[in-house]
């Protein structure tokens, strides 16, 4: 069995392939804890700069190689502390194999009397122990330039960058053991003004030294050109995800900054509509956009597929934020100038890394903010505080359940009442999706982000219109809202779907309301504005939902045929505050009157808050205090007025769900 290596500092991302290469290689690796021989360590391997632990958690005494970034240079207490115990000191490499290729050739080398030689032909000399070359072979000068007389007495030491002359020379004051010492990665002027890269290792003799040098300036060039390629994405140009959580754990040792996670709203229904590749010549687009953007000392990658993300040194929160603001605007700008849903918007997720903060925690946290922004209504930023989110493993739970649940149908449509106030009627009624899930019953909050990461977004709705749709046809009394707007504006088969399905089933369709969200529903509209006015012309009206929670200004509500307005009760509860709040909401709730639009509270949770949007003049409104959502008969018979077209997506309840079901309505 080969030396006994500890392997320190290396990321999670590298272990277990450098493990297996290592092996095959001769040597016994293992990581921090108890060693597989149960018996010290022939060497410790340590790399700097990755931030999985402090640079220096070595034990004295044992021969140390060290990995660091390419052209990093060690401090002199640096230098000083490792120095008796540094046998190698090399570059990171991206290329696993090479990397541990290299640290098996110098370990070998290491516990050899006689190293062998270095590559091919290196070139042997000998110098004293301050560098000055006492003999050299004549094929060995040919390959420096030169002949024989032309080296010697010249110091050869002198000829290297100072990084890597200062460990040398460090090295050459102390009484060297019989085991040598390497570094690689050595940039070197030779006397001819030839630039080029040398692999060095010192082997002390009785009365010298004797000095191998390996050029290594093709394997350099080869090396520099497969590490850009393991490193960065080859459509975009940009880092790729596992570089960037590198420089994230290595910024995160030594300061803070801000990580902003960026994803292309719908770029599914844009690849499918326009083809992969004007899709690729779109991801090119934004890519350039992110670099004009953020410039050149941010650090920019895509993480895969649509996702991009931008990391900002310094943690200036402030900064990142109003930057994020800017560039999430300039395509919304873009996506109304031109009218079309086929221009794209972004979501971002934003967070702030503190100094310890391990990249893993950073990341997922910025991905629960993602999601949060595509929840809400996309076309917007999400600021998370709380580090706190579920892990991978959750989640992938969690996922699997929502899909396997979603496709075999397990879910239902509650309905909550929507009140007149002065009479107490109830003029329609909001559809809630609600999915049966392993846990249990759950509500649209929980489900949506894991159908938007799903991709089923246009199925969820699909689902639910049909769903409302059945409703109608079995109570010719009933009037509905459903928030399935965004995906009719920006798929012409669902909105046919709908048009052609209520025909069929003479449904009127004034009966169903098309809730938009307020946060990201008008730039739908805009965006979508050929599909709306062919669904208002068919008879559907649209109404604006969560209106105050969004960003959108009054006068483009004017733009669109708007039947209802449902006010986010952050707006109408800032009637409170002061007098001022309270004039300014009560004006825009009788502009909307003056329009005939209807305007509804949402959230009415108790008397005093009812007593409060009466006073404001709002005569229709939603609430636990007015009504709570109630699950509705989910079951159809094969007589229904509507068929086969709508019995394709109805529920399918086995009797476990069943039993679940009704046990959490008769609790509730």
């Known amino acids: 069995m080969g030396p006994v290596a500890e392997l320190l500092g290396f990321p999670e991302e590298e272990q277990g ?13 293992y990581w921090p804890g108890r060693n597989p021989l149960g018996k010290k360590s022939d060497l410790f391997v340590l790399r700097l700069g990755t931030g999985s632990l402090p640079d220096r958690q070595v034990k004295q005494g044992i021969p140390l190689i060290l990995i660091s970034e390419p052209h990093s240079s060690l401090s002199r207490s640096q230098l000083e502390s490792m120095g008796k115990d540094l046998v190698w000191y090399g570059s990171w490499t991206a290329d696993t194999f090479t990397l541990a290729r290299r640290i098996a050739s110098f370990t070998h080398r290491l516990f050899e009397k006689d190293p062998p030689p270095m590559g091919t032909k290196p070139i042997v000399l000998e110098s004293s122990r301050n560098g000055k070359v006492l003999r050299l072979t004549r094929s060995s000068a040919a390959r420096l330039g030169g002949v024989p007389s032309d080296f010697i007495g010249r110091n050869w030491l002198s000829w290297i960058e100072k990084g890597r002359q200062q460990l040398i ?19 070197v002027r030779l006397p001819d003004c030839r630039w080029t890269f040398w692999d060095i290792w010192i082997h002390p003799q009785p009365r010298a030294l004797r000095v191998y040098l390996a050029d290594e300036s093709e394997r350099k060039d080869l090396g520099g050109q497969l590490e850009y390629a393991l490193t960065h994405d080859a459509l975009t140009g940009l880092l790729n995800r596992w570089e960037l959580r590198r420089q994230v754990e290595k910024q995160s040792k030594t300061g803070d900054g801000v990580l902003l996670m960026i ?28 670099r004009e953007h953020f410039g050149s000392q941010a650090l920019m990658a895509r993480l895969g597929g649509d996702e991009f993300a931008v990391f900002l040194k310094g943690g200036q929160m402030k900064r990142a934020y109003q930057s994020a603001r800017k560039l999430v605007a300039s395509l919304a700008r873009r996506r109304r100038r031109n009218g079309s849903a086929l221009e794209l918007s972004l979501s971002v997720g934003l967070v702030k890394s503190c100094q310890g903060d391990s990249a893993t925690q950073v990341f997922r946290t910025v991905e629960a903010g993602l999601r949060r922004a595509k929840l809400l209504g996309k076309s917007r930023i999400e600021v998370v505080k709380d580090k706190r989110v579920d892990s991978p493993s959750v989640r992938a739970w969690w996922t699997r359940g929502v899909s396997q649940a979603l496709q075999a149908g397990k879910f239902e449509l509650w309905i909550q009442p929507v009140r007149e106030l002065k009479a107490g009627k109830v003029v329609l009624h909001e559809a809630l999706f609600r999915l049966w899930t392993p846990g249990g019953l759950v509500m649209a909050d929980s489900v949506v982000p894991t159908v938007e990461r799903l991709g089923m977004r246009i199925q969820l709705s699909s689902m639910v219109m049909h769903r409302c749709l059945e409703l109608l046809a079995r109570d010719p009394k009933l009037r509905l809202s459903a928030n399935i707007g965004r995906e009719l504006l920006a798929d ?15 449904i009127d369709p004034r009966r169903l309301i098309l809730e938009v969200s307020e946060e990201a529903g008008l730039s739908e509209l805009r965006a979508g504005r050929l599909l709306a006015e062919k669904l208002n012309r068919s008879g559907f009206s649209f109404a604006l939902d969560n209106y105050g929670r969004g960003t959108e200004s009054l006068r483009e509500v004017l733009e669109f045929s708007v039947s209802m307005i449902k006010l986010d009760p952050s707006l109408w509860r800032s009637a409170k505050k002061n007098a001022l709040g309270e004039s300014f909401v009560k004006g825009m709730i009788q502009l909307f009157y003056d329009m005939k639009i209807r305007v509804v509270a949402k959230g009415v949770a108790n008397r005093s808050d009812l007593t409060l949007i009466r006073s404001l003049g709002i005569s229709y409104a939603q609430g636990y205090e007015l009504g709570k959502p109630r699950p509705t008969q989910n079951v159809l018979s094969l007589k229904s007025p509507v068929g086969p077209i709508l019995l394709n997506h109805r529920a399918k309840f086995d009797a476990t769900i069943s039993g679940q079901r009704n046990s959490f309505v008769e609790r509730n």
């Open 17 to 29: 392939t450098l493990s297996s290469h290592l092996e095959k290689l001769g040597l016994t690796p």
């Open 169 to 187: 020379r460090l090295w050459l004051r102390e009484v060297m053991s019989y085991k040598g010492r390497g570094i690689s990665d050595c940039l």
């Open 263 to 290: 994803d292309l709203d719908d770029f599914k229904i844009f690849n499918d509509t326009r083809g992969h590749d004007e899709g690729d010549a779109m991801l090119c687009q934004i890519a350039r956009h992110l």
């Open 492 to 506: 012409t088969n669902l909105a046919r779907d709908l048009i052609s399905t209520a025909r069929r089933a003479n």
